[in-house]
T-cell receptor, first 115, second 111 residues
Framework: ETGVTQTPRHLVMGMTNKKSLKCEQH?????MYWYKQSAKKPLELMFV???????ENNSVPSRFSPECPNSSHLFLHLHTLQPEDSALYLC??????????????FGSGTRLTVV | EDQVTQSPEALRLQEGESSSLNCSYT??????LFWYRQDPGKGPEFLFT???AGEEKEKERLKATLTKKESFLHITAPKPEDSATYLC????????????FGTGTRLKVLA
């Protein structure tokens, strides 16, 4: 596979569940990102990892917990979410986090519904 | 405060009817302005990066231009397959270099 792959594509979870979103990039990029996309709102940056180190946490609630075991994989662990957390969660990658001249490469996202 | 505003929110065009989408921005220092296309159920797809006023980039029926306050995405003789949401983002020279996205323009091209 090429590009950025996200799994699962759709997820429905209860507020007391624990689940994880997975992202994998096959582009040799060094920076990876989690974004949240809600209807009629701008894409909201959540976390940035550069060379496996977290370089940005955009004041995200602790019920979202990222993990980056290597430069190709990124996870978002979810627990005790709220209904307002329902959104499209997008993973992206770029060569490095400070000079994304070629833009970001986004995955297709995970559509999360919290019930 | 750094900000990006896109207009119109939605646009319906007949096939072949050219138009422009607007992205107005306020940023302390511009590192780059980016255009993306997003199809339903997919992530955004990178189109262009513009770095300085006066710069232009073209790709098929799309042409992006940049001034000191705004960018335009011109669509010439659009086809139904150009229907998508077009997102604009800016990256500032200061701070954390993160993108600031607009809310997008939903374009529908009718056959």
């Amino acid at each position: 596979e090429t590009g950025v792959t996200q799994t699962p594509r759709h997820l429905v979870m209860g507020m007391t569940n624990k689940k994880s979103l997975k992202c994998e990039q096959h582009l040799g990029h060094n920076a990876m990102y989690w974004y949240k996309q809600s209807a009629k709102k701008p894409l909201e940056l959540m976390f940035v990892y550069n060379f496996k180190e977290q370089t940005e946490n955009n004041s995200v609630p602790s019920r979202f917990s990222p993990e980056c075991p290597n430069s190709s994989h990124l996870f978002l662990h979810l627990h005790t979410l709220q209904p307002e957390d329902s959104a499209l969660y997008l993973c992206a990658s770029s060569q490095e986090d400070r000079a994304a001249r070629g833009g970001y490469t986004f995955g297709s996202g995970t559509r999360l519904t919290v019930v | 405060e750094d900000q990006v505003t896109q207009s119109p929110e939605a646009l319906r065009l007949q096939e072949g009817e050219s138009s422009s989408l607007n992205c107005s921005y306020t940023v302390s220092g511009l590192r780059g302005l980016f255009w993306y296309r997003q199809d339903p159920g997919k992530g955004p797809e990178f189109l262009f990066t513009l770095y300085s006023a006066g710069e232009e980039k073209e790709k098929e029926r799309l042409k992006a231009t940049l001034t000191k306050k705004e960018s335009f995405l011109h669509i010439t003789a659009p086809k139904p397959e150009d229907s998508a949401t077009y997102l604009c983002a800016v990256q500032a020279t200061s701070g954390t270099y993160k993108y600031i996205f607009g809310t997008g323009t939903r374009l529908k091209v009718l056959a």
